[in-house]
């Protein structure tokens, strides 16, 4: 596996502190760098980060972590992380779909329920993708085609409920939203979480105190509790990741997905588009 970091940082601290053949120019003020995780410009970037934090500004705009694995590693994984990369607005609080936030952990909105059908805006559904969440990232929609191809070969762990037009006039038929009936499975304690790859939020900021809630992002490949699988093809994880935004709003905390080496290798078959896999771990 190779890991590398995609990092967008502004032109005019990229000016200052990075060489010229560091990254590629977008636009004309914005950096983006790809650095491998042992590449020694990566730490140098991490020290640079923290300087500007201890001065309440920020070196990096955004990142996004990579990792590349090969067929062979692929193949020997027995559960596989599902990474969705698909990612549209508005969220369906906005379209009309109810929740029960006192349902949820005071804390960290961990546990609330969605009342009636997911409704959606459909003109702003993504095109030629076959898995896509909200960016309220609890909420997963699936193609038809693909639902259809996954109860043909008997995927096991969810079923497919039916999205609403917004205001909840008439159905998409198009789209499906996912949900995980399989067991939960437990994050193993060797998954790191934090803020982003320089913060691991070691005071705890967006960690739920009743261990709901892990981190508002993971950094770490994947593991889980292997006696907590149930040979589901689909699994999500018991503790979730994210947050609540404060005063209600678009971000909901939201649960990890896995799959099975048969419904990865049907993912492959129909081409599916919308996601990445990275290897989980069974420990």
């Not at 004309?28 to 970037?45: E, G, M, P």
């Not at 590693?73 to 559960?79: G, H, N, P």
């Not at 059908?117 to 990232?137: F, N, S």
């Not at 790859?197 to 889980?224: K, M, Q, T, W």
Request: glycine residues 10%.
């Amino acid at each position: 596996m190779r890991e590398s970091i995609d990092f967008r940082i502004a032109e005019r601290h990229a000016r200052r502190f990075l060489r010229p053949e560091d990254g590629k120019l977008l636009g004309s003020s914005t950096r983006k760098l790809v650095l491998d995780t042992h590449d020694i410009r990566y730490a140098r970037v991490g020290r640079i980060e923290r300087e500007f934090r201890k001065q309440g500004s920020f070196f990096i705009l955004s990142w996004d972590i990579r990792r590349k694995y090969t067929k062979k590693e692929l193949e020997a994984a027995e559960l596989s992380h599902l990474r969705l990369r698909s990612a549209f607005e508005p969220e369906g609080e906005s379209c009309g779909t109810a929740y029960d936030d006192t349902a949820g952990c005071e804390h960290c909105g961990f546990g609330a329920r969605q009342l009636n059908e997911l409704r959606l805006d459909p003109g702003r559904l993504p095109r030629g993708k076959d898995l896509a969440r909200t960016i309220a990232y609890n909420e997963i929609i699936v193609s038809t085609r693909l639902v259809e191809a996954l109860h043909a070969h008997g995927i096991t762990g969810a079923r497919f409920l039916p999205v609403l037009r917004k205001g909840g006039r008439g159905v998409i038929e198009d789209w499906y939203q996912l949900e995980v009936t399989s067991r939960p499975l437990g994050v193993a304690p060797v998954t790191r979480f934090g803020v982003d790859p320089f913060d691991a939020d070691e005071a705890g900021e967006y960690r739920c105190p009743l261990g709901h809630i892990l981190g508002l992002n993971i950094l770490s490949e994947l593991s889980v509790v292997r006696e907590d699988w149930d040979g589901a093809d689909l699994c999500a994880t018991r503790q979730w990741t994210g947050v609540r935004s404060r005063n209600g709003g678009a971000f909901r905390p939201h649960p990890l997905l896995l799959i099975s080496q048969k419904l990865r290798r049907l993912l492959g078959e129909l081409n599916a588009k919308g996601f990445e896999l990275e290897v989980a771990h069974l420990v």
